[in-house]
Structures are given as structure tokens and as C-alpha cells.
T-cell receptor
Framework: NAGVTQTPKFRVLKTGQSMTLLCAQDMNHEYMYWYRQDPGMGLRLIHYSVGEGTTAKGEVPDGYNVSRLKKQNFLLGLESAAPSQTSVYFCASSPDRDREFFGPGTRLTVL | RKEVEQDPGPFNVPEGATVAFNCTYSNSASQSFFWYRQDCRKEPKLLMS???SGNEDGRFTAQLNRASQYISLLIRDSKLSDSATYLC?????????FGPGTRLSVLP
């Protein structure tokens, strides 16, 4: 099993550009999460999904959108990137809400 | 007040030392408790769940005090490979809430 994979690993955007981050898991997990991690701060939840076709807002959803059209994929979109969205983005999946399995992260810089 | 707070660190200890990390959480409705480990520029990985009765995994012991809303992690006989950031995590409803982490450096 590949576990949780994230694409791309690195990206540099200019202010105002858009992009989509892809998270894929092959463990048949129901729950999926998108976090951002900034220096000196814990991981903060952006959006999450409790199953295919469902999404919900987390702690810091503004400026992001998500979709979960297939159980194995959870997409995070930035419609108009801002420098404040420079961060490391982690995707995670969970089979039972008691354990999370993380992807390797995407390092995004917005200039 | 942050929902999950941890010792600010960093902790620099010699090999073989015993080190303890503390964590407090603010929401008494928190349901599950965990310690994760995160190596530099890597993803967090589950170290252990934490139960009210306390639990041990080799050199690692975790304790939970629900009345005080306090979680601890004890590492005995620390190894160089234990150097990492330790994240305290609680589950509240559908979501996991992460503390800011405490960095540990084990020195030769």
C-alpha cells in the first residue's frame, strides 16, 4: 500500500494564481482531512470529509475549497492565492477517527 | 487560550536521560488523546494513544488525567533517534486538535 500520497510536493505561486492539491489514499478510509502547518503553530484544520461526497469546514477554511468526489481522493483548491497561504499542507486519512495517517506534505510558497 | 497547550521547549537532554512532556487541553468534551512524533520536514506519525489508565510502549509511558485535563509523555533511556518534535493531540467531535509541539534534542 502507498498509504497517503500528496501531489505536488513543492509549488511556488504568484499572488492571485490558483491551484489544486491532490490527496490520495489507498486504505479505504472514510475520513480525510486537510491541515496547514506554520512555524511555531500546531497543525490547523482547513476542511475535512467524513465520507465520499461530503465536506465540512475546519478551523481555518477561508480562501480554500475542497471536494471529495471519490472516496480515495480529497482535493484542496486555492482560488486566488495570497502570501498568507504560504505554508506546509498535510493531508491525513483515518479509518475510525482514532488514528490519523498523514501524507508527506506539500510545501507551498506564494510570492 | 489555545485548546491544546504544551511545554514550549526545546528540551536538550543527554543520551540515556529521562524526559517528560506535559500537555493541557481546554475542552472537557475532548474524547480521545494521542501523542504524535514529527521529524524535521516530515509528516506527523502516531506514537501512541493515551488512556485514562495510563499506558506504556517500551520506553514510552503516557498518562491522562481527565479531571485536570492534563496529558503527559515520559521517555526513559532516551536515544539519539528520539530527537523530534512531540505533538499532543486531542479528538473533539469529528476533529483532531493539535498542540504546537515540543522539540526534543537528544545529545551524544
Amino acid at each position: 500500500n502507498a498509504g497517503v500520497t500528496q501531489t505536488p510536493k513543492f509549488r511556488v505561486l504568484k499572488t492571485g494564481q490558483s491551484m489544486t492539491l491532490l490527496c490520495a489514499q489507498d486504505m479505504n478510509h472514510e475520513y480525510m482531512y486537510w491541515y496547514r502547518q506554520d512555524p511555531g503553530m500546531g497543525l490547523r484544520l482547513i476542511h475535512y470529509s467524513v465520507g465520499e461526497g461530503t465536506t465540512a469546514k475546519g478551523e481555518v477554511p477561508d480562501g480554500y475549497n475542497v471536494s471529495r468526489l471519490k472516496k480515495q481522493n480529497f482535493l484542496l483548491g486555492l482560488e486566488s492565492a495570497a502570501p498568507s497561504q504560504t505554508s506546509v499542507y498535510f493531508c491525513a486519512s483515518s479509518p475510525d477517527r482514532d488514528r490519523e495517517f498523514f501524507g508527506p506534505g506539500t510545501r507551498l510558497t506564494v510570492l | 487560550r489555545k485548546e491544546v497547550e504544551q511545554d514550549p521547549g526545546p528540551f536538550n537532554v543527554p543520551e540515556g536521560a529521562t524526559v517528560a512532556f506535559n500537555c493541557t487541553y481546554s475542552n472537557s468534551a475532548s474524547q480521545s488523546f494521542f501523542w504524535y512524533r514529527q521529524d524535521c520536514r516530515k509528516e506527523p506519525k502516531l506514537l501512541m494513544s493515551v488512556y485514562s489508565s495510563g499506558n506504556e510502549d517500551g520506553r514510552f509511558t503516557a498518562q491522562l488525567n481527565r479531571a485536570s485535563q492534563y496529558i503527559s509523555l515520559l521517555i526513559r533511556d532516551s536515544k539519539l533517534s528520539d530527537s523530534a518534535t512531540y505533538l499532543c493531540v486531542v479528538r473533539l467531535g469529528q476533529n483532531f486538535v493539535f498542540g504546537p509541539g515540543t522539540r526534543l534534542s537528544v545529545l551524544p
